[in-house]
């Protein structure tokens, strides 16, 4: 039913006389309060402007320097209560290496290494532990590493490949062989591969026949530019010692080599040599003085050097040499260092790469025998392409195939589908612009007996020996069968050694 009161009426003042009277008491009630109708929606249309401040106001100015606009306060640093680690400690904590878990369980048949089981073909396959004084020595020549798994189990040990008994043989003859000889080779291969395995082996091999080690652990730590460094006077071009460097580098020598303590000097020391010596000191005494004074580090090395190279006698035996490096592509290329002009310093202008680069080109000879080893690292930094291309040319003379697999090269797959011969590709390659350090080293490479050895993958009953050890040790927690260790070799890219451990060790699903 539609009412009979108009809207309009009710937003009209109502002219009845008790509906005036109200509406003035409520404006004395509220005298400044705006006339409105009763029931309306609308905003006001005649809204008083806004108070203007007046002059006679009570409210002062800002002082001078008072802030008068908001400012969001800043969150205060919460205090330090722990103590700040101390100088290095973090770098110790990262490159900390812990070669015995005693959580894990222990393998008790497992056998010692030694002089005669690295050269026995019926311990192929198998894993021997390392013996305990030989340990000792590895680790003061830094010859372990944070990512080879060395904390999961109860005592190192090492897997016997057919590599490992190769070069079981190599140090056998040379040990044996009246006329010394020097074997120099270069180990290559994919990451993960057991190149730096390979070269512990070889060291531990040295150890166990009686040998003088001399490692250089990172040639990466000698070229990116973290070592002091200063020019050796009287040498044209100049040529950079790294006195810091090489204290710790003659310290590491004297603690990995104990038979230091029995030898000599087979004679007196030249008269500019800085300090006064003794005549029989023994070597591992002068090494501590070059490890304990950095600035007679390099005459002290070099004289140490001298006598370690001397001709073996009667009375002064001097045993053969195993020298190893690691990362070789960071010393074949131009390190972070700048000379006096500012100009980039070549890794081969630093005293002790150039050391190492002059045995390993054969350039100097190893009057005792010995061997002396490189490897390659495919983790930290890609090879130069001047090292790519003489590694390759040595591959390929060694080799009598013409493949890829022959001649690595990054489009050998494109020419091999193409019809074309990827030796094609080192043609293409010999007109780069080089590195002529580089290929001095290897410009005499097959008379200096220079060998490339590239390093592949297990074969199966060398992945099912190093999985049975990974079981018996407690992290591989199924049954090693044919078709766990075929499944697992085809998934680590036939049987490369860190994708084998990381997909059965450290791979958890």
Known sequence: MASTTCWKCLARYSTSYRS??????????????????????????????????QKGSTQSAPRRGEKTTFTVKKKKRPERTSKPPAIGERKAMRKRIILSNTNAIEVRDMIDMNAKSMVMEELRGKVLGIPGPVVDQLRAAQAFKTTQGWGLFRRPGMLIRQETLEYGKIFQ?????????????????????????????????????????????????????HTDYSPLPGTTPPTYIQKTYLSTFLSAIMRANPI???????????????????????????????????EIAWPVFQLLWAELTEPSTEKHERPPIFMALD??????????????????IHAHDLALINWFTQYLSGTSSLPNGGMIVAATSESTNRDPLTLRFCLSQLEAEKSTLD?????????????????????????????????????????????????????????????????EYWAKSGILRQTVSESLVGEKWSLSGGGVVGELERGCVKMRV
């Open 403 to 467: 493949d890829a697999s022959a001649i690595p090269s990054p489009i050998a797959p494109f020419l091999r589908s193409t019809g074309q011969s990827p030796s094609l590709y080192h043609q293409l390659e010999s007109f780069a612009k080089h590195d002529p350090h580089v290929l001095d080293v290897f410009s005499n490479a097959r008379g200096n007996n220079i060998q490339v050895h590239r390093l592949k993958g297990l074969s199966k009953d060398e992945a099912r020996g190093l999985m």
């Open 260 to 294: 230091l303590a029995t030898m000599s000097l087979s004679r007196p020391p030249p008269e500019s040599f800085p300090i006064p010596l003794q005549s029989n000191i023994s070597l591992s005494r002068l090494s501590d003085l070059g490890a304990q004074d950095s």
């Open 20 to 53: 005036t009277q109200y509406l003035k008491s409520v404006q004395s009630l509220f005298p400044h309060s705006q006339r409105i109708a009763a029931f309306t929606t609308s905003t006001t249309l005649n809204a008083s402007p806004l108070l203007k401040k």
């Open 173 to 225: 003859s040379l040990s044996k062989d009246e006329k010394p000889k020097t074997v120099r080779r270069i180990f290559v291969g994919e990451n993960s591969s057991g190149k730096s395995m390979l070269i512990l082996q070889a060291m531990t091999m040295a150890f166990l026949q009686k040998w003088i080690v001399i490692n250089i652990p990172e040639a990466m730590d000698l070229t990116i530019g």
């Open 327 to 344: 990362g070789l592509g960071f010393a074949m290329k131009q390190s972070e260092y700048r000379s006096a002009s500012f100009q980039l």
